[in-house]
């Protein structure tokens, strides 16, 4: 098993810059994949970005060029810069991160831009 603790939300105005953190714990051999989704208001949760063990990144059409995805594998965590940030960045974001065969999610955190 895998808990996932993300930290970083908060309310920051447009143009402005936020840091999440994300930190895993528990039994597990090792984590493959580790990623942010979101989700807004009314809406589907959607990807923003992951990161494999390799360093290997996707991102969200949406989110390129503002965002920066990065783990440390050391200490079992992945971060996501997010700079330029706009109002429909506006969302709870979720910790992901996937073992052989298992996918677990943290609790959340907010970001809210305000305009």
């Known amino acids: 098993q895998v808990q996932l603790v993300e930290s970083g939300g908060d309310l920051v105005r447009a143009g402005g810059s936020l840091r999440l953190s994300c930190a895993a714990s528990g039994t597990f051999f090792r984590i493959n994949v580790m990623g942010w989704y979101r989700q807004a208001p009314g809406k589907q949760r959607e990807l923003v970005a992951t990161?494999?063990?390799?360093?290997?990144?996707n991102y969200a059409d949406s989110v390129k060029g503002r965002f920066t995805i990065s783990r440390n594998n050391a200490k079992n965590a992945v971060y996501l810069q997010m700079n330029s940030l706009k109002p429909e960045d506006t969302a709870v974001y979720y910790c992901?991160?996937?073992?052989?065969?298992?996918?677990?999610w943290g609790q959340g955190t907010q970001v809210t831009v305000s305009s």
């Open positions: 990161v494999t063990r390799g360093s290997n990144t």
């Open positions: 992901n991160a996937e073992t052989t065969g298992q996918v677990f």
